[in-house]
């Protein structure tokens, strides 16, 4: 049976399943699941994320690395953590640029935190040249103690999100049922839950009748968080809003365009803008520093991307034009660009202090 199938007949049998549930399941069923039966990133797949649009992404991170390192006291050894490592390709030019610092290199071990069998093979591949010990993980609570950073692109927004939708009685979960023609079709729970009213932030809690409402399950934010807390610091690079917002944000991507959520699970990409906001209040709340959230063109831009991107223009003039229009895409605010969408993100052990391009303004 298709995924959609399995999950009319789980609809049929036990009543309507909440978003959250389903967006999990058409992401990481292990048979049926889009992470887990396809390569969906690049002009092949469905989207593409900024590693992929260019190396110079991925060199600014490993550099940002390597200061957070010293930042730390340059502990030994140093664990490296990725969730979500796509085809590792972030990854590979991270290690590349941080041979600049050849004593990060001498102590850091690679954690991926991959579930994927399939990408978990194009990560080995991307990496089989690394020069640094590499093993992967189902899970972050999975990767050693110690010294670690982690960093997370295009993680969050993937992960489940819950919907409420506002009437007169409260707030009513969003599930998905089954219309007359057993099509999946969205439809709300007969009764309002006090719960998810609590859970409503205060400034949206007058909200009128007819607006939804997004939120994520803070367990795998304040395991990260907490995890930077104690042992040194993660950055989470994402699509998101920076303050607390109502409306849609569910969305399914399929061949870089967008398609029905509902239409063809586990065949298409869902994901949800990311609250930055939720973020740093449950980051705050299990002791981490909290830096940011600034836009992803500041970050990079603090992380001097037109100093690299001149000196690679410089050194592959018949690529100048490539290589500009690749960076202004990571950086620029317009919505052609990633720059003003995309959001950064620092959790850390509160005696580090700022960590790099993330600084609060003077």
């Not at 960093?151 to 089954?178: I, S």
Request: hydrophobic fraction near 45%; glycine fraction near 8%; aromatic fraction near 6%.
């Amino acid at each position: 049976m298709s995924l959609g199938e399995i999950l009319r007949e789980r609809i049929r049998a036990h009543g309507p399943i909440p978003v959250a549930d389903y967006m999990a399941a058409c992401l990481g069923d292990p048979t049926h699941g889009y992470y887990t039966t396809r390569d969906p990133f690049g002009a092949k797949g469905d989207f593409t994320t900024a590693p992929e649009i260019s190396q110079i992404f991925g060199e600014l991170i490993g550099l940002w690395t390597v200061a957070v390192w010293q930042q730390m006291g340059m502990p030994v050894p140093v664990r490296l953590v990725e969730l979500g490592p796509g085809r590792g390709t972030m990854m590979s030019d991270i290690l590349r640029a941080t041979k600049v610092v050849p004593a990060f290199s001498e102590v850091a071990t690679v954690h991926l935190v991959e579930t994927s069998p399939l990408l978990q093979e194009r990560q080995r591949e991307t990496l089989a040249a690394a020069s640094v010990p590499i093993s992967w993980h189902a899970d972050l609570d999975d990767v050693p103690n110690g010294a670690t950073i982690v960093l997370a692109n295009e993680f969050v927004d993937a992960q489940p999100v819950h919907q409420a939708v506002k009437r007169a009685d409260g707030w009513h979960a969003r599930l998905v049922g089954l219309d007359a023609g057993e099509n999946l079709a969205f439809t709300l729970a007969p009764a309002a839950d006090p719960a998810i009213a609590q859970s409503i932030p205060e400034n949206l809690r007058d909200a009128p009748e007819g607006v939804l409402y997004e939120w994520r399950d803070e367990a795998p934010t304040k395991m990260l968080a907490d995890r930077a807390a104690r042992t040194g610091a993660a950055l989470v690079i994402d699509y998101g809003h920076a303050e607390p917002g109502l409306g849609e944000t569910l969305q399914a991507l399929r061949a870089h365009a967008f398609v029905d959520p509902l239409e063809t699970p586990g065949e298409a990409d869902l994901t949800a803008h990311v609250d930055f906001s939720a973020l740093a209040r449950i980051a705050a709340d299990v002791g981490a520093r909290v830096d940011g959230p600034i836009t992803q063109g500041d970050f990079l831009r603090r992380l001097g991307i037109d100093r690299r991107a001149d000196r690679l223009k410089a050194a592959n003039p018949e690529k100048a034009e490539t290589i500009a229009a690749a960076c202004a895409r990571l950086t620029s605010p317009q919505k052609t660009g990633m720059g003003g969408l995309f959001r950064v993100i620092g959790f850390a052990a509160p005696s580090l202090g700022p960590l790099p391009a993330l600084e609060p303004p003077r």
